[in-house]
């Protein structure tokens, strides 16, 4: 029961993490920035389902983001405006009233049920439209990056209602609890820290369920799936949705954690953006996606902080480097070693499949001598 | 884990097919495949104006093993596609009472119809048991898909040990030899609970010994089951086809038994004159069609 106990020392050492020592070393100021990078680790957690485990390369997942940023803030807003609530950007550009659609959302209740609801259903039917027609591969990549350059575009036309390009910004409090208290800032960042934890805790659940199994079946051999029975339109659109939901939640604390959401946030870069941390952490590991996330986010930061034009140079490379020498992320980096070290011929102890975050006695010692020898990556023997 | 096997040659040694075992997959009440039997009529398949099949016929009734042989491009594997809803098809083919055209592909093996490809097709990433596994699963529900597996399914078990790969169960399906993974196919087959079987060459690549093997598994299995072969092995043909049909650009060209089929003299002037005296030259060509 070796994993068992590192699974659940990895957790607690996480926890402490995030809960103790975080908190403890930042100011108050760093430690909203890392809650920023957890919000969008939530987004990277759901591509690694999505992309790593199911092959669907989701190039648009800024549109759920999005939603869910909108939602909250579209609530925010609402719950600040003044006597006769109209939130001040609709003064400004519109006419003054509030259209019918946004009413709902004054309601707390309705605008958390809407942030979980609305960004997976929508996430299900368009899911189920794609992959039922077999779209995929790099049609697929398109279709979303399409849909998040048009929701972007939408966002910035209907400016009387959305903003247009300034987005939704200026909020004051988070239901009932003023975002000027350093507090309830802190307060913000355990929230995304829990979630986070949550998810990833929910991601490593389903991955290694038999429905984990499935999806790696489906992405690897999506014929031989359809023929032993299934459907493989509902075993990705489950992934899709889930992808959808974690992206949306990680939008909706994304807004008042850094006080705007705006079509910057959500369009075909920021969705580009969101793809890099997980490429270069590791797509089909648990915690590639959200190291790689946050660990890119960090560095865009600091490094701007320190050289403003350098950032884009160094992400490139790091993209590069990572593409070419560890196409399977950062977090395959120790297996890559591990195998480099024992050397052509010798025994293992220790070793997974290369995008495969799970322990296993050692599959590679047992080899038939006939196996093809490609099929052994770093083996020549 | 039984990964405790160091040395190749003993796990070679072990790879080999269990027959008795294959009892506790397919154990089934007789009376349910009394009435299993394959009906293709009328079948036709056209790809962009290529007739790739042309009104075919066939009936195959349990407890046959037919193999479908002929030249390069005569449409074996198009009819094992066309009756599996991979390729747009018309006219007919019922199985066990069921019309197959035009439903789509997870369906038709919902109906019990299952089938192998040319190349061996498994899941390289996953265990073999997680293989087999998933093979035997389309019917479950949502619960029992959400959670991990706890045991291993009775199926599953026995057909591990039919396919003669118990000791490799956990080791990744992608490093098994080439014939090992026919076996593995052939064992999904089985937990799917195909009342079909569609085999698409599931020997091309094996050895003298290994073929043998599977050959008599096949019989085995085609004594409960409806089984389909194409294969281009003449002498596997010879060895174990209880009765051919010979296709011949797009269109039945003969059928019978072995004997029957190689006396035609049709077959002997389109296929089995250039094939059929030397052995292994028939092997030689790949199923383009």
């Known amino acids: ?90 003064l400004l550009y519109g006419d003054g009233t509030v259209p019918g659609w946004w009413e709902p959302f004054r309601d707390p209740v309705v605008t958390v049920v809407a942030i979980l609801v609305v960004p997976t259903g929508l996430a299900a039917l368009l899911g189920l439209a794609v992959f039922k027609r077999r779209v995929r591969g790099a049609y697929f990549a398109i279709l979303s990056q399409a849909l998040a350059a048009a929701f972007a575009i939408l966002l910035i036309g209907q400016q009387k209602v959305t903003g247009g390009t300034n987005g939704l910004n200026g909020f004051k409090s988070f239901f009932g609890f003023t975002l000027a208290d350093p507090l309830n800032k802190r307060m913000l960042y355990f929230i995304a820290a829990g979630v986070l934890l949550a998810m990833v805790a929910a991601t490593r659940l389903l991955m290694r369920s038999r429905y984990g199994e499935l999806l790696v079946a489906v992405r690897d051999q999506e014929n031989r799936v ?48 969101f793809l890099v941390g997980v490429a270069i952490g590791g797509r089909a590991t648990l915690l590639g996606p959200v190291l790689g996330a946050v660990a890119v986010s960090w560095a865009e930061t600091s490094l701007s902080e320190q050289f403003p034009s350098f950032w884009t140079y160094f992400q490139g490379a790091l993209f590069i480097g990572v593409v070419a020498f560890l196409p399977n992320g950062l977090a395959t980096l120790g297996q890559v070693w591990r195998r480099r070290r024992a050397g052509p011929g010798i025994r293992e102890d220790e070793s997974g499949q290369p995008d495969d975050g799970t322990p296993r006695s050692a599959p590679e010692a047992s080899l038939p001598a006939d196996a093809p020898a490609d099929a052994l990556p770093g083996r020549t023997a | ?97 069921v019309e197959l055209v035009g439903r789509a592909s997870h369906k038709v093996a919902r109906a019990g119809v299952g089938r192998t490809f040319q190349t061996a097709s498994v899941f390289d990433e996953l265990s073999v048991l997680q293989n087999l596994d998933i093979a035997a699963g389309a019917g479950r529900g949502a619960w029992s898909l959400l959670r991990r597996r706890r045991t291993v399914p009775e199926t599953v078990d026995a057909a591990l040990e039919t396919v003669g790969l118990t000791h490799l169960r956990d080791v990744p399906a992608g490093v098994l030899a080439h014939g090992q993974k026919q076996w593995l196919e052939i064992g999904m087959l089985l937990v799917q609970d195909a009342r079909l079987l569609l085999l698409d060459e599931p020997v091309a690549g094996m050895s003298q010994a290994e073929r043998e093997e599977t050959g008599q598994l096949l019989q085995r299995i085609g004594e409960q089951r409806t089984v389909v072969v194409v294969e281009h092995d003449m002498e596997f043909l010879r060895s174990f086809a209880s009765s051919v049909t010979v296709l011949h650009q797009g269109r039945v060209l003969s059928e019978g038994t072995v004997a029957q089929v190689q006396a035609d003299p049709r077959v002997v002037e389109v296929y089995l004159g250039r094939s059929a005296g030397a052995r292994g030259s028939a092997a030689g060509e790949t199923g383009g069609e």
């Open chain 1, 226 to 273: 359809r023929f032993l029975g299934y459907d493989p339109a509902g075993v990705k659109v489950v992934a899709y949705a889930t992808a959808a939901c974690f992206a949306a939640i990680g939008g909706a604390l994304f807004t008042p954690i850094v006080g705007i959401i705006s079509p910057a946030d959500v369009g075909v870069v920021a969705s580009i953006a």
């Open chain 2, 1 to 97: 884990m039984t990964d405790d096997v160091t040395t190749p040659a003993s796990v070679l040694g072990e790879g080999s097919l269990d027959p008795q075992a294959l009892e506790t997959v397919i154990a089934a009440p007789p009376s349910r495949f009394r009435h299993d039997y394959l009906e293709v009529r009328d079948l036709r398949v056209v790809f962009d104006g290529f007739v790739a099949v042309d009104g075919v016929d066939l009936t195959v009734t349990q407890g046959d093993l037919r193999f479908l042989i002929g030249p390069n491009g005569a449409g074996k594997t198009t009819i094992v596609d066309a009756i599996t809803g991979l390729a747009p098809a018309t006219g007919s083919v019922r199985f066990g009472g």
């Open chain 1, 1 to 90: 029961m070796t994993a068992r106990l590192r699974l659940w020392g990895g957790f607690a050492v996480a926890a402490v993490l995030l809960f103790v020592v975080a908190p403890g070393a930042l100011s108050d100021f760093r430690l909203n920035l890392l809650a920023k990078f957890l919000c969008l680790a939530m987004v990277a957690v759901g591509i690694g389902l999505a992309w790593g485990r199911g092959g669907m390369l989701t190039l648009g997942q800024g549109v759920f983001f999005g939603l869910g940023g909108y939602l909250m803030a579209m609530h925010l807003k609402l719950a600040d405006a003044g006597p006769g609530g109209v939130p001040d950007f609709m």
